[in-house]
T-cell receptor, first 115, second 115 residues
Framework: GAGVSQSPSNKVTEKGKDVELRCDPI?????LYWYRQSLGQGLEFLIY????????KSGLPSDRFSAERTGGSVSTLTIQRTQQEDSAVYLC?????????????FGQGTRLTVV | AQKVTQAQTEISVVEKEDVTLDCVYE???????LFWYKQPPSGELVFLIR??????QNEISGRYSWNFQKSTSSFNFTITASQVVDSAVYFC????????????FGTGTSLTVIP
């Protein structure tokens, strides 16, 4: 597609349930990022994928969070046993290469509400 | 450690006024990139500008201008003759050189342009 696509756009889930958030990056982009934006807050880095390299998971807040990227393209962020504090907008971005010299293109995000 | 500070949380201006959004960064890297992104109410972050650490030349693009000063570690963004469509949250970000695996975002400045 023309841009980064995320699905679903909105997700309401009950506390304790697992959720999966999907990101389709721009075709050809080797770098993919997940960020979390809580209400009125900045962007919190979660995880970064670059080609076939091991992902940088340093931003994942707990072991309930995991992400994978299949075939170097689509990525799925999974949150297990969701908690209310997980409620936020989850943003995915992709870029052509190293973030240093290429801008990242963002999707419109998935708004997750845990009730 | 890398850090980006946007001290202005919210700014309101009347249409046609000029407004400057401040960004101060911290990094020990000699090579890095600075970015500004706009996040309109739709939620998708839109890339505005990229500047590398070796290029301190100010840049103007229409009503937008950027003032990069390494001496004060600042990368300020000015909107001239503001318009209602400029209302958005603006994020400043830093990308480091050694691994290039993530952006460091400020907490954002919410700009409201009053007609």
């Amino acid at each position: 597609g023309a841009g980064v696509s995320q699905s679903p756009s909105n997700k309401v889930t009950e506390k304790g349930k697992d959720v999966e958030l999907r990101c389709d990056p721009i075709s050809g982009h080797t770098a993919l990022y997940w960020y979390r934006q809580s209400l009125g807050q900045g962007l919190e880095f979660l995880i970064y994928f670059q080609g076939n390299s091991a992902p940088d998971k340093s931003g994942l807040p707990s072991d309930r969070f995991s992400a994978e990227r299949t075939g170097g393209s689509v990525s799925t962020l999974t949150i297990q046993r969701t908690q209310q504090e997980d409620s936020a907008v989850y943003l995915c971005a992709s870029s052509l290469g190293w973030a240093m010299n290429t801008e990242a293109f963002f999707g419109q995000g998935t708004r997750l509400t845990v009730v | 450690a890398q850090k980006v500070t946007q001290a202005q949380t919210e700014i309101s201006v009347v249409e046609k006024e000029d407004v400057t959004l401040d960004c101060v960064y911290e990094t020990r890297d000699t090579t890095y990139y600075l970015f500004w992104y706009k996040q309109p109410p739709s939620g998708e972050l839109v890339f505005l500008i990229r500047r590398n650490s070796f290029d301190e030349q100010n840049e103007i693009s229409g009503r937008y201008s950027w003032n990069f000063q390494k001496s004060t570690s600042s990368f300020n963004f000015t909107i001239t003759a503001s318009q209602v469509v400029d209302s958005a949250v603006y994020f400043c970000a830093l990308s480091k050189s050694n691994t290039g695996n993530q952006f460091y975002f400020g907490t954002g400045t919410s700009l409201t342009v009053i007609p």
